[in-house]
């Protein structure tokens, strides 16, 4: 770590993340309805990790919304809508690429590529081909609370790849990814099918391959159930489950994983959300985890430079890594939206706490971050 990362200061930081000029949208229209947008975003943030004995600082891409860059086409088709989103994060050093070991940067690979998606939309509903998300893609992970910018179901984005240390002071070789998750759906190579909605209900099917990975051929395929709706009074709900398989080519074993979440927005800006799930593994050797996750949120219009977020929330977790371990991770953030530069500031605390029978030191992290949208 080089003293001038240990010196960046909060009004420095800002300064260089924030202090961009708002851009005009990038859309370009034809005369027969359809439009090319060219999008993307930046988000770099500032992470210090306590292993509770020493501490790492870093300036680094955020992993929680990685900076990425796309485009999307749309053209009418008669009845229809043909669609096409081709999108990329920029490979910049990542906050999944550090630990007490150093950073490891593995720049831009074709892991990197998020969309190379064709669909065709219709009264019928929609059928989608190419890389692209599974049906399972954001059902533990609905949530309606602006704070969810920075604190959502997904524990680990800024230190996943940080070793807990034992009380005696040595490293473990267990890492704050490995003792959690939330089993969200993935991104494949895959054909997928979404129904029309109905009373605000929709479902969609999938099955895919990780056509990214020259390692993997195993087969994916998934469900899902979506709800979405405002009630009188303006009170907003939405929710998801979905069920997932990995059917290893290997015949080692399938790995299923069932998944859910909801959240509720009040017109007074006070908001519940709530995550769960379970992972059955047939394959030798693998823990069954589950966990669950909830969080409250307020929100409003405090400031004029636009929208103010808070929120805490707690996961509980168990059979992570080890039959038996118990993982517990508490949060706390702020997040203030920036309108003239179309930006999200936010600061968070998260504390890791993990026992598989060895003691632990709490694994810490602190989040100053900007997220610029373009």
Not at 179 to 200: C, E, K, Q
């Amino acid at each position: 770590m080089t003293p001038n990362i240990k010196k960046i200061s909060v009004a420095a930081f800002l300064t260089a993340t924030v202090a961009v000029p708002a851009a005009a949208e990038l859309k370009y229209e034809n005369n027969s309805g359809g439009y090319v947008l060219l999008y993307g975003q930046l988000n770099p943030a500032l992470i210090s990790v306590d292993d509770g004995q020493d501490t790492e600082t870093r300036v680094l891409d955020n992993d929680l919304s990685n900076s990425r860059v796309g485009l999307r086409l749309m053209q009418p088709f008669g009845q229809n809508e043909f669609t096409f989103r081709l999108e990329s994060a920029l490979g910049l050093p990542n906050s999944t690429e550090w630990n007490q070991n150093g950073t490891n940067f593995s720049g831009w690979t074709r892991d990197d590529i998020r969309f190379v998606d064709f669909a065709l939309k219709g009264s019928y509903g929609k059928f989608s081909a190419g890389q692209g998300s599974m049906a399972a893609d954001g059902a533990a992970e609905v949530d309606l609370s602006y704070v969810g910018t920075a604190l959502y179901s997904f524990t680990n984005d800024e230190n996943s790849g940080f070793f807990y240390r034992g009380t005696n002071g040595v490293l473990s070789g267990i890492t704050v990814g490995d003792s959690s998750s939330n089993f969200d759906g993935s991104r494949r190579g895959r054909v997928r099918y979404d129904t029309p909605t109905v009373n605000g209900f929709s479902a969609a099917f999938a099955y895919g391959q990780n056509i990214l990975s020259s390692s993997d051929d195993d087969d994916y395929y998934d469900v899902g159930v979506f709800y979405e709706n405002t009630f009188a009074g303006g009170v907003e709900f939405a929710a998801a489950v979905a069920y997932s398989v990995r059917e290893r080519d290997d015949n080692s074993g399938d790995r299923k994983d069932t998944i859910g979440s909801a959240s509720v927005l009040l017109p007074s800006g006070l908001g519940f959300t709530i995550a769960g799930g379970t992972r059955d593994d047939d394959r030798a050797g693998q823990t069954d985890p589950n966990y669950w996750y909830g969080k409250v949120s307020y929100e409003g219009n405090w400031v004029s430079w636009g929208k103010t977020g808070v929120g805490i929330d707690y996961y509980d977790g168990a059979d992570f890594e080890t039959n038996g371990s118990d993982t517990k991770a508490w949060g706390i953030a702020v997040v203030q939206k920036v309108e003239a530069i179309n930006t999200d500031v936010y600061l968070k605390y998260r504390n890791h706490d993990f026992d598989d029978g060895t003691s632990f030191e709490n694994n810490e992290a602190w989040v100053l971050g900007a997220r610029w949208k373009f």
